[in-house]
């Protein structure tokens, strides 16, 4: 039976993407390699049944010129959310722009900014980010 994509849908994939953060972050806790906690959340994610692409290529076109490895986002799951892993000390405003510009070229509803480097994922280590593909989802 196929999914229906909708609101409820990516919200559901959303939650699983953060709790899978928070597990991973309970466990391990900070100051290990962006690298290691992706390997550690797509394994997660693969395990809970989801599809994870990780490093995926993101094209830009600008008038007749595609580059086509202009950026590589760090997760992308079940073709709908958006994820980038960081372990900073805080999300800076060029954090939110690159994925903005991840959900923009690609046209996907949903992303997760998610910082490694904090003291509790849920409250300060996570941002969610919506776009009008989202909005323009069923509820249900």
Do not use: W
């Not at 510009?101 to 900014?113: A, N, Q, S, V």
């Not at 969610?128 to 989802?137: C, G, H, M, P, R």
């Amino acid at each position: 039976m196929d999914k229906i994509i909708s609101q409820k849908y990516v919200d559901q994939i959303t939650h699983s993407i953060i709790g899978c953060a928070i597990d991973i972050h309970k466990e391990l806790g900070p100051g290990l390699l962006e690298s290691a906690y992706e390997k550690c959340m797509i394994y997660l994610l693969n395990k809970k049944g989801f599809k994870v692409e990780s490093q995926l290529e993101v094209p830009i076109t600008f008038q007749d010129l595609t580059i086509s490895r202009a950026y590589k986002l760090d997760l992308l799951v079940e073709d709908l959310v958006i994820v980038e892993l960081k372990t900073i000390r805080e999300f800076a405003p060029v954090d939110k722009a690159q994925i903005l510009t991840y959900l923009r070229f690609l046209k996907k509803p949903k992303g997760i900014l998610i910082n490694f480097h904090c003291s509790n994922i849920f409250y300060e280590g996570q941002q969610t980010f919506i776009t009008k593909e989202y909005s323009n989802l069923p509820f249900e």
